[in-house]
T-cell receptor
């Protein structure tokens, strides 16, 4: 029944490691997003994909690499993790991205802690 | 470029009292505006949205917001607070283009006192 799901929910790792977060949506949407929420609850978009193609790439270190194997999945891979990467990462999806605004549905978040 | 300012990072209200959360936006084009709620350790849930139809928008859980272009505001209200309204509230803006990205305000945490 879950519309937008993320795994894992919690991720604790050491500095320098590489980790991935997975996101899946079963809404039949074409567009998916990654947002980062920092320790002060500030939310900022990182990436957006439409039908497997990158359409938004905000100023994010190139250690972050999104991958969309199909339009229902958008994974986030992070290389050489740093302390500052500790945050909650939210995946979202919408029907499409152009023209009239399309509501975004958010996943439950993945809390990443880098030690 | 778009931006959102939420006045007050924390708001404390008594149960049964009016909830008023302030949001001002900046956008070079007619905006789409949203209020999201985040309960502890959960994702974001859409409360309501303004997409250029009626300026007074009703949402879920008894919340409503009024779009005022002259004041570039989209304040959120609820006539009577309930304990279950304790959460973090985010105002967000999109121009409908630029990849449909949402730009969020800093959030307002609502505490409801019995």
């Amino acid at each position: 029944d879950t519309a937008v799901s993320q795994t894992p929910k919690y991720l604790v790792t050491q500095m320098g490691n590489d980790k991935s977060i997975k996101c899946e949506q079963n809404l039949g949407h074409d567009t998916m997003y990654w947002y980062k929420q920092d320790s002060k609850k500030f939310l900022k978009i990182m990436f957006s994909y439409n039908n497997k193609e990158l359409i938004i790439n905000e100023t994010v270190p190139n250690r972050f690499s999104p991958k969309s194997p199909d339009k229902a999945h958008l994974n986030l891979h992070i290389n050489s993790l740093e302390l500052g990467d500790s945050a909650v990462y939210f995946c979202a999806s919408s029907l499409s991205y152009g023209g009239t605004y399309n509501e975004q549905f958010f996943g439950p978040g993945t809390r990443l802690t880098v030690l | 470029a778009q931006s959102v300012t939420q006045l007050g990072s924390h708001v404390s209200v008594s149960e049964g009292a009016l909830v008023l959360l302030r949001c001002n936006y900046s956008s070079s084009v007619p905006p789409y505006l949203f209020w999201y709620v985040q309960y502890p350790n959960q994702g974001l849930q859409l409360l309501l949205k303004y997409t250029s139809a009626a300026t007074l928008v009703k949402g879920i859980n008894g919340f409503e917001a009024e779009f005022k272009k002259s004041e570039t505001s989209f304040h959120l209200t609820k006539p009577s607070a309930h304990m279950s309204d304790a959460a973090e509230y985010f105002c967000a803006v999109s121009d409908g283009a630029a990849g449909n990205k949402l730009t969020f305000g800093g959030g307002t945490r609502v505490l409801v006192k019995p």
